[in-house]
Structures are given as C-alpha cells and as structure tokens.
Nanobody
Framework: QVQLVESGGGLVQAGGSLRLSCAAS????????MGWFRQAPGKEREIVAG????????YYANSVKGRFTISRDDAKNSVYLQMNSLKPEDTAIYHC??????????????????WGQGTQVTVSS
C-alpha cells in the first residue's frame, strides 16, 4: 500500500503562484512514475504533469506548459508542482498519483495505482 498526502493548495489571485507538495509513505518511492492530475467540477480528471522515476523525463499538459514545473525529491519521498502565472481555469482539486512502475510516463488516470485525497486550488480573476 502507498499513502499519498497533498498540501499547498489555497486561494490565489490570477497571475499568482502556488507550490503543491505530495508526501508518499508505505512503499519504496524512488523507482516509480509520479503524476499530478486535476479535476474541476463537472469535468473529468486530467493529467497536469508527470515525472519519470529518476526525474530525467517530464510531461506537461499543453494548458500548463511554461507555467508549471514538476519535480521530485526521493530522499524526502516527495513530489512537487510549482504553479506560476495561475489562471482562473486552473481552479480544480489537484491530486497526486503513484504508478507502480518505473516505465514511461502515462497520461490516463486509470494507469495510476494510488491516489491522494487532493488539495483545492482556487484562482480568482
């Protein structure tokens, strides 16, 4: 079992920044693909960013490229999402996800095995 706990969400004005953190426990963290997904009301869960097991490869949704940065610190069993130039359309619940493989980054929610409870991000205009 893997437990994931997100933090760092909140209310911010458009143009502002937030840094989300996800702390993992219960299983070796350093050999796994990690992802950040988000889900807005009435919409499907969508990938925001993913990072390979060694941090050497990353993926970003087109909507966040150039504004968000995903990173990981295996010594702390943590993955982060730095979000800059936030827009009202970024408002959603953000979830950390753990994939039980060291393979390529996947972009579909069903390809991830463990999820955190989520943290709310609200961007006001």
């Amino acid at each position: 079992q893997v437990q994931l706990v997100e933090s760092g969400g909140g209310l911010v004005q458009a143009g502002g920044s937030l840094r989300l953190s996800c702390a993992a426990s219960g299983r070796t963290f350093s050999r796994n693909v990690m992802g950040w997904f988000r889900q807005a009301p009435g919409k499907e869960r969508e990938i925001v960013a993913g990072i390979s097991w060694n941090g050497g490869s990353t993926y970003y949704a087109n909507s966040v490229k150039g504004r968000f940065t995903i990173s990981r610190d295996d010594a702390k069993n943590s993955v982060y999402l730095q979000m800059n130039s936030l827009k009202p359309e970024d408002t959603a619940i953000y979830h950390c996800a753990f994939r039980s493989t060291s393979g390529v980054i996947r972009t579909e929610a069903h390809q991830y095995d463990y999820w955190g409870q989520g943290t709310q991000v609200t961007v006001s205009s």
